[in-house]
């Protein structure tokens, strides 16, 4: 049997029975970004809420850009890296096995996002109606029916769900829109755009480097249109806010990919993280609510940066320890 391609579905599980379906190829570029993303999703969700903390580590109020508006849309471009290996691994068991795999997968985030905006919306006291995992699962749900298509037809789609997107933005849904955080359900219209043209820029990386720099290259040139003509906002999930997100999230995934081949094949710090991104994430949120929950003004929100940055040192060791354990007992935790 000849070696896999990177990323493309091999049988982990090959035997007599050959009916299990195929697993995506781990690829440690892969699970290193990802790890570094929900690292980041972490320290964000931390940091947002503390006075002393700089603005350009927030995320802009509404129309701008910083360092926190482009982890979200990284952690979605990853997700499209594996869709399409992952979907074409359940083929074997059948389409309707593997759609309705995906759709199981994907609602269940919905349901996990709502129920996280519900004890959010308990705890903190403000009315949360969205989060980022209800943004991924209807981004996910929307992307399927195109995961099959060509490459060349999926970023056609994605960009015409873009534009159609951003006109009725303009044309009557920026209040809906503004009014919810990721952009609230419309808004995930705009997420699914940015899923269905990762799906595309990941066919592109695995057809080889000189071609997927060409592609890097011409997102830079897509993204830079875009921001001229249509406001930057990760609020409004503008076209040019997705572009943008687009172009940084494939070339910082390039210098991964390139590291990758000179630093040893072996899981690392960023592995540990990036093999159970879910899991971490949800149980950072529990460790978060017990941080913020003392109603107390200089422990969280007025807490001066020394203070800050001890807590943050705690909460990161903390799930980083969890993340090596699980990783050392090959624990896997996904839908």
């Known amino acids: 049997m000849r070696p896999a391609a990177r990323g493309e579905p091999v049988d982990a599980n090959e035997g ?5 379906p195929l697993e995506p190829a781990r690829n440690l570029a892969i699970d290193r ?42 952690f979605v471009f990853v997700v499209g890296l594996n869709y399409g290996p992952s979907f074409a691994g359940r083929m074997p068991g059948g389409a309707v096995r593997a759609y309705g795999h995906f759709m199981l997968r994907y609602l269940a985030l919905i349901g996990i996002g709502a129920v996280i905006a519900a004890g959010a919306t308990t705890v903190a006291g403000a009315p949360t109606d969205w989060g980022v995992l209800q943004a991924i699962g209807v981004a996910g749900l929307l992307c399927l029916p195109f995961i099959r298509l060509p490459s060349w ?24 829109v503004l009014d919810s955080s990721h952009g609230g359900l419309f808004g995930a219209v705009s997420w ?67 590291v990758a081949h000179v630093i040893a094949n072996r899981a690392g710090f960023f592995c540990w993280w990036g093999e159970n991104p879910l ?46 354990w699980m990783h050392r007992r090959r624990v896997t935790i996904r839908l």
């Open 279 to 324: 899991a971490l994430y949800l149980l950072h949120l529990v460790i978060l609510g017990l941080v913020t929950l003392p109603d107390v003004p200089w422990w969280y929100a007025g807490a001066p940066a020394g203070l800050a940055a001890l807590q943050l040192a705690v909460i990161l060791g903390s799930l980083s320890v969890i993340a090596w």
């Open 33 to 74: 970004f990802r790890g570094l993303l929900v690292i980041l999703m972490v320290g964000g969700d931390y940091l947002i809420g503390v006075h002393v903390v700089p603005a350009f580590l927030k995320h802009a109020p509404d129309i701008g850009f910083t360092v926190a508006d482009a982890v979200a849309p990284a």
């Open 192 to 258: 699914a755009a940015l899923l269905v043209l990762s799906t595309a820029v990941a066919d592109v990386w695995r057809t080889g480097l000189r071609q997927y720099a060409v592609c890097c290259a011409a997102l830079v040139a897509a993204a830079v249109i875009a921001a001229v003509l249509v406001p930057v906002s990760k609020n409004r999930v503008s076209l040019s806010y997705i572009l943008i997100s687009l172009a940084i999230s494939a070339i910082v995934f390039l210098a991964f990919d390139l």
């Open 153 to 176: 037809a999926r970023f056609v789609i994605g960009l015409l769900i873009l534009v159609a997107y951003q006109a009725l933005l303009d044309s009557s849904m920026l209040a809906v």
């Open 16 to 20: 007599p029975q050959g009916d299990r």
